[in-house]
């Protein structure tokens, strides 16, 4: 009895869509990996800068992302919004936001911290008192606030709303304030009893690797099934 292989073009074609589905999605995952690590080297570069004092000469965001800065100014009264959906360590809150005036300068939306959500009613917010007067806080330049899936339509913009996602261009259009385009996850305390562990925007990246490695695998196997079952006995 002698191997001949066949081939059949149903399984040949399945075998192909497998693989290159695979391979697509194994590279789209290391990209992913690289993506986060180049993250992890920018924060680390600018981690070791000095902290900068922000003003309303701001340099542009590429030159501070992930940069450490000081804040002199006083948050604006009774305007903080709650981004929803933001667990912490498998509870449910909200991340707070509120604008926060320069003393010499434009407003910028300052990511106060986290806080949990009330177990027995979804949409009440907690009670975040806001410091009063002049304050000098310290915190990160990141880009945005982070988005998540959007649930329905978005609730307009206003002081105590519970919203998914939110902006910068949206709290300047509502509110009137000429404001930086970034947001300053704040990393001082201020007495307000706010969870200020934020999420790196580096972190997974041995999850990405490790999906990689699958999505791969799984492209292997496709193949690998395809040219054994194509082998068949023959009689010479």
């Known amino acids: 009895m002698a191997l001949k292989f066949r081939l059949r073009w149903i399984p040949f074609l399945a075998a192909i869509a497998v693989a290159a589905a695979g391979i697509a999605l194994g590279n789209?995952?290391?990209?992913?990996?690289?993506?986060?690590?180049?993250?992890?080297?920018?924060?680390?570069?600018?981690?070791?800068?000095p902290p900068l004092t922000l003003a309303g000469n701001a340099p542009p965001l590429a030159e501070i992302e992930y940069r450490h800065v000081f804040l002199k100014g006083s948050f604006v009264p009774g305007w903080n919004v709650f981004l929803d959906n933001r667990p912490y360590e498998g509870v449910a809150g909200f991340h707070v936001l509120a604008p926060f005036r320069l003393e010499q300068g434009p407003t910028v939306l300052v990511m106060r911290g986290w806080a949990p959500r009330d177990p027995a009613d979804r949409m009440h917010v907690p009670e975040i008192g806001t410091p009063e007067g002049f304050l000098r806080i310290e915190g990160i330049v990141r880009a945005h606030v982070g988005r998540t899936m959007q649930l329905g339509e978005p609730?307009?913009?206003?002081?105590?709303?519970?919203?998914?996602?939110?902006?910068?261009?949206?709290?300047?259009?509502?509110?009137?304030?000429?404001?930086?385009?970034?947001?300053?996850?704040?990393?001082?305390?201020?007495?307000?009893?706010?969870?200020?562990?934020?999420?790196?925007?580096?972190?997974?990246?041995?999850?990405?690797?490790?999906?990689?490695?699958?999505?791969?695998?799984?492209?292997?196997?496709?193949?690998?099934?395809?040219?054994?079952?194509?082998?068949?006995?023959?009689s010479r």
């Open 28 to 49: 789209w995952q290391t990209r992913r990996a690289q993506e986060k690590e180049a993250i992890e080297a920018l924060m680390n570069a600018r981690a070791a800068l």
């Open 155 to 234: 609730e307009p913009l206003h002081p105590g709303a519970v919203v998914q996602n939110a902006e910068v261009a949206q709290f300047a259009r509502t509110g009137g304030w000429d404001m930086l385009p970034f947001v300053v996850e704040q990393t001082s305390d201020t007495g307000d009893e706010l969870v200020r562990d934020w999420p790196l925007p580096s972190a997974g990246v041995d999850r990405h690797r490790g999906y990689a490695f699958q999505w791969y695998g799984l492209a292997a196997a496709a193949l690998i099934f395809f040219f054994v079952t194509g082998f068949s006995r023959e």
